[in-house]
C-alpha cells in the first residue's frame, strides 16, 4: 500500500506543476499550505491506522 501512495502522490503533485508550467491554473503554495497543513496530520494519522502491525505474527 505504501508503494501505491508514493507512486499517486508523485502522480499528482506532477500533473498539478505542469497545469502551473503551462498556465492553466494560478497555485499558491504557500497560502495553500498555510490554510491546509492540518489535512497533512489528518492523513498521516489514517495511513498510520490502516497499516498492518507485525505484532500479531507468531514465529
Known sequence: MKGNFVSIALIVI???ALGVNLDLFELDLV???RKWWPLVL???GVGLFFTPDDSGRRN
Open 14 to 16: 506532477g500533473a498539478l
Open 31 to 33: 497560502a495553500l499550505i
Open 42 to 44: 489528518i492523513v498521516l
